[in-house]
């Protein structure tokens, strides 16, 4: 399997602060990197896919980069609805894998 | 619009079978290039991928829990089902069911809500 590595686990920031999550994979998965953003209680929501295109109705102040092992998402502007948790998942292996989480508190 | 929803029991007995259906609304269970997953989240945890099958009834599982697993599809009904046997606590956990998207990219573009499901005698 492959692993994927968030870090950090948790955050504490102020709205209007930029915010960067790091997601590493134990090899190569070329752009088959994926984040998803989850709400207390919620299904978890497709953010970004391929490793920066944007989901259809997601803000632009989220951004992604990386390839290979090392990616980021990064919030331009954390606003209040942007407190959560964020996990990246792997789809080069047909064996899909998620990240631990990191969540986004408030400061 | 897609939506996919959940059902099933919410406690199932030790050793005995959990049994979960999806229903998928708003599109069609049989649209190429779409495989529908489930996938799990223990209490306070990070989500962990189950499985998923074709509408051709094409399926992979995660190699941890393919010996107890069962995906199955009904296209009549658009539903898809998981069967999961010999159950422990371990495996109390909300269950969603996703939409793997058509793009080789594999993402999950639409969730179901979640069902909680509960192992104890």
């Known amino acids: 399997d492959i692993q994927m590595t968030q870090s950090p686990s948790s955050l504490s920031a102020s709205v209007g602060d930029r915010v960067t999550i790091t997601c590493r994979a134990s090899q190569s998965i070329s752009s088959y990197l994926h984040w998803y953003q989850q709400k207390p209680g919620k299904a978890p929501k497709l953010l970004m896919f391929g490793t920066s295109s944007l989901q259809s109705g997601v803000p632009s102040r989220f951004s992604g980069s990386g390839s290979g092992t090392e990616f980021t998402l990064t919030i331009s502007s954390l606003q209040p609805e942007d407190f959560a948790t964020y996990y990246c998942q792997q789809s080069y292996s047909s064996a899909l894998t998620f990240g631990g989480g990191t969540t986004v508190e408030i400061k | 619009q897609v939506q996919l929803q959940e059902s099933g029991p919410g406690l199932v007995k030790p050793s005995q079978t959990l049994s979960l259906t999806c229903t998928v609304s708003g599109g069609s269970i049989s649209s190429d290039g779409h495989y529908w997953s489930w996938i799990r989240q223990h209490p306070g945890k990070g989500l962990e991928w189950i499985g998923y099958?074709?509408?051709?009834?094409?399926?992979y599982y995660n190699p941890s829990l393919k010996s107890r697993l069962t995906i199955s599809v009904d296209t009549s009904n658009s539903q898809f089902s998981l069967k999961l046997t010999s159950v422990t606590a371990a495996d109390s956990a909300v269950y969603f069911c996703?939409?793997?998207?058509?793009?080789?990219?594999?993402?999950?573009?639409?969730w179901g809500q979640g069902t909680t499901v509960t192992v104890s005698s």
């Open positions: 099958i074709y509408y051709s009834g094409s399926t």
């Open positions: 996703a939409r793997r998207s058509q793009s080789i990219l594999s993402y999950l573009d639409v």
